[in-house]
């Protein structure tokens, strides 16, 4: 194996599969909200999101979504689960502790149910998520769109009248991130019977769905901006993030490596976030 090929597969290991790039992602997305509105930015909150973010997304890729009897006792047998079990429980004690807001509590209520419910613990009590492409999918979206945006919004003083267009625009980036996703998992999902929105309608028809929720997201945004919500900067790094949206739908593909997925579609998340900070000092 090559220095590069070492490298490469060091970065995958401990920083793509253990998901923190994606907890950076998610962060970066959040104070992109928190620039784009005008608003000083809560770096406790940000911690906290990137913190939660890593702690579940690892927990779930150990247990498979499965936390209920008779895996329970897995937990303590694995000492990545122990750590990221603990963190999160961190987690929740820093929410109790940080968050004093009423509708901030409520709604970070909404997204640890939404969490809990994909992440298999509602079994029994609400229908399986992932039975469901469609609802899968919203569910994703909606926690993302929560914490990473209508929190911050509520945090920058914005109304429900004012946040909802930016969170409905928010809600479908993320959807189209997860059907690009799903497209890179078309095959896998089809050899293990996995439902999702590509194996159920197609490639072709799942593709069609994200460049109309990306122009979507196009016009919402240049409305928020021709009614001063959001700055021209802002405007213009979303703008980006959207042209780079599309070229990655076009190129996506289930023979590209699950690297490029964790890599390089996540990163769509933090462009928002990179290009403001560019044309800020430019503009």
């Keep these: 194996m090559t220095l ?7 970065i995958s290991k401990y920083f793509l599969h253990t998901f923190i ?16 509105l005008d608003a000083e930015v809560d770096y406790c909150y940000i911690l906290f999101i990137s913190m939660a973010t890593l702690a579940y997304y690892n927990l779930y890729g150990l247990i498979s979504g499965s936390l209920r009897p ?23 004690f820093g929410f109790l502790f940080c968050f004093t807001g009423f509708f901030r509590w409520l709604w970070l209520c909404v997204a640890a149910v939404l969490s809990l419910w994909y992440g298999g613990l509602a079994h029994g009590f609400l229908p399986d998520i992932h039975k469901y492409p469609i609802l899968r999918t919203s569910v994703i979206a909606a926690v993302f769109t929560v914490v990473s945006l209508i ?32 497209i890179g998992g078309f ?31 196009m016009m919402v945004d240049i409305y928020l901006a021709w009614i001063f919500l959001l700055s021209p900067e802002a405007v213009f790094a979303l703008m980006i993030t959207y042209s780079a949206t599309l070229i990655s739908v076009y190129v996506a593909k289930a023979e590209k490596s699950t690297e490029f997925y964790l890599f390089a579609i996540d990163g769509l998340m933090m462009l928002p976030f990179i290009f403001l900070f560019i044309f800020s ?3």
Excluded at 4 to 10: A, D, N, V
Excluded at 21 to 36: D, N, P, V
Excluded at 72 to 91: A, G, Q, S
């Design 4 to 10: 590069g090929q070492e490298l490469s597969s060091r």
């Design 21 to 36: 790039h994606l907890s950076i992602c998610a962060g970066c997305l959040t104070i992109f909200t928190f620039k784009a």
């Design 70 to 92: 008779p895996y329970l006792h897995t937990i303590i047998r694995h000492k990545r689960m122990v750590f990221f079990f603990l963190l999160l429980v961190i987690c929740g």
């Design 151 to 182: 929190i911050p919004s509520i945090y920058a003083g914005l109304l429900w009248l004012e946040w909802w267009p930016m969170a409905f625009s928010r809600f479908l980036f993320i959807a189209v991130l997860v059907m690009i996703f799903d």
């Design 187 to 217: 095959f896998q999902d089809q050899s293990k019977a996995i439902l999702r929105l590509p194996s159920k309608y197609g490639k072709t028809p799942v593709k069609r769905m994200a460049y109309l929720c990306t122009a979507v997201c």
């Design 281 to 283: 000092a430019i503009l």
